[in-house]
């Protein structure tokens, strides 16, 4: 999804991921971050948005509508970063119709501040997007 290497200070990259819901009832999703170390994870700021008609470096801040605001990429025991994936409906969770989709905006960025305590450290974050039915869940 978001692939960054050598990243220095005031870095970021941008890319989309569409999520579709192919079947034929409405559905509601959660998606947690799970990195292999929480150092770097905790330093690294993931911001969320759908709605971005160009979903770049430069596109990112023009339009869209932010879902997840400048949080953690993840941590090691799981970082929710939309909604919860506890049964039933939690605060934040996303909904698509039956056969929708929507694309998601997904922007890593290493603030500028960041010292040189970072320096070499990596990291790779998984998203795992849970999903439910909404009918009689």
């Given at each position: 999804?978001?692939?960054?290497?050598?990243?220095?200070?005031?870095?970021?990259?941008?890319?989309?991921?569409?999520?579709?819901?192919?079947?034929?009832?409405?559905?509601?999703?959660?998606?947690?971050?799970?990195?292999?170390?929480?150092?770097?994870?905790?330093?690294?700021?993931?911001?969320?948005?759908?709605g971005v008609t160009t979903c770049t470096n430069?596109?990112?801040?023009?339009?869209?509508?932010?879902?997840?605001?400048?949080?953690?990429?993840?941590?090691?025991?799981?970082?929710?970063?939309?909604?919860?994936?506890?049964?039933?409906?939690?605060?934040?969770?996303?909904?698509?119709?039956?056969?929708?989709?929507?694309?998601?905006?997904?922007?890593?960025?290493?603030?500028?501040?960041?010292?040189?305590?970072?320096?070499?450290?990596?990291?790779?974050?998984?998203?795992?997007?849970?999903?439910?039915?909404?009918?009689?869940?």
């Amino acid at each position: 999804l978001v692939t960054f290497s050598g990243m220095t200070p005031g870095d970021q990259v941008t890319n989309p991921i569409t999520v579709t819901n192919a079947g034929t009832l409405a559905l509601r999703y959660a998606v947690t971050g799970t990195t292999t170390e929480d150092t770097l994870a905790a330093q690294l700021d993931l911001t969320i948005k759908s709605g971005v008609t160009t979903c770049t470096n430069a596109g990112f801040g023009v339009d869209g509508t932010v879902v997840y605001a400048a949080g953690n990429l993840g941590s090691t025991t799981g970082t929710n970063v939309i909604g919860d994936p506890a049964q039933g409906s939690q605060a934040g969770d996303r909904t698509l119709a039956a056969s929708a989709n929507e694309a998601l905006c997904f922007n890593v960025s290493l603030p500028s501040t960041t010292g040189n305590t970072y320096q070499g450290l990596s990291t790779t974050a998984t998203f795992a997007f849970q999903a439910e039915q909404t009918a009689n869940n």
